[in-house]
């Protein structure tokens, strides 16, 4: 799996129409950066286990008001395939899914970070909005 991941990761980098713009391996775990329209960037972490390669995405912090952000992920988590919306152990939003060793090949991993992508885009503004209700009042 390492092996497969490694190698779309180079292709990534080499493809001037990929939107990956920067990878590095942090401590055995895969981080690819891709640039976003929605926001500059958003962070893929790659991490290969023994039978399954997990992938996670921050999404933003903890909501002030968590239940439509809550809601919201709810709803779009089921038309998602690959990827979900979770919360993380400090409340944050992230984008998580897995892959079992079988699953892991060049096409099924571009597939992962198209619908980490396209998760982000449409969902990123909304979840903030309603998350931060005051925020575009402040300032």
Known sequence: ???ILERRIQLWLEDS???VEYAEDVEGRW??????EVRDATTVWFDVGDRSLQFEAYIMP???APA???RQALVRNARSWRAFFAVDKEGAVVVR???ASGQVTLEEL???LGEVYEMVEVAFRAMIRAGFPNRENSG
């Open 17 to 19: 129409e990929s939107h």
């Open 97 to 99: 899914g897995r892959l």
């Open 1 to 3: 799996m390492r092996r």
């Open 62 to 64: 903890a909501p002030l």
């Open 31 to 36: 981080a690819v950066r891709m640039r976003q």
């Open 68 to 70: 439509d952000v809550h």
């Open 110 to 112: 571009d597939l992962v």
